[in-house]
């Protein structure tokens, strides 16, 4: 059965994944790639280095994004948003933006490598969120659909 997900299973898959893909164009090119991202109800946030997303975004900061959840080919949930791209620039922006990814996305790392990276108290999130790029997305629209046998 083929169907739309409501607006409770829409939330409820922006909430549970940290993978999603931002789909972004400008002079004639577009661009879809992978993020790690956590989600407030209201932003996706996400922070990276300089390159052909952020230069993209800042052009054109109206962009789509993507999370899905696939269980085989015949059960599925995907929803697909549009939003804004905001750069987080003042150091307490970036330093909240950061709190809200670091927050979401530690506690799903469990290997031995990734645990000893872990955020260990605030004046760490205060060094990460100086290097890269800290941005959110406010969402405007959302739709979903699903795939269930």
């Known amino acids: 059965m083929l169907g739309n997900l409501n ?3 829409i939330e409820h898959v922006l909430h549970s994944l940290i993978i999603g ?5 400008t002079d004639n090119k577009t661009y879809i790639v992978p993020i790690t991202y956590a989600y407030d ?3 996706i946030y996400g922070h990276t280095n300089e390159g052909m997303k952020i230069d993209m975004m800042r052009k054109n900061p109206m962009v789509c994004f993507e999370a899905d959840v696939v269980d085989n080919m015949s059960n599925w949930r995907s929803v697909i948003a549009w939003g804004k791209f905001e750069e987080l620039k003042t150091p307490e922006q970036r330093i909240e933006g950061m709190k809200i990814i670091t927050d979401k996305v530690m ?5 031995e ?3 000893s990276h872990s955020m260990t108290d605030s004046g760490q999130e205060s060094i990460e969120a ?3 790029v800290v941005y959110r997305i406010k ?3 959302k ?3 699903f795939e269930k046998m």
Do not use: D
């Open 21 to 25: 893909r931002i789909g972004c164009h």
């Open 41 to 43: 109800g209201k932003y």
């Open 7 to 9: 607006n409770r299973q």
């Open 113 to 115: 490598t990734t645990m």
């Open 139 to 141: 969402l405007t629209e």
């Open 130 to 132: 100086l290097q890269g």
């Open 107 to 111: 506690p799903l790392m469990t290997g």
């Open 143 to 145: 739709t979903g659909r």
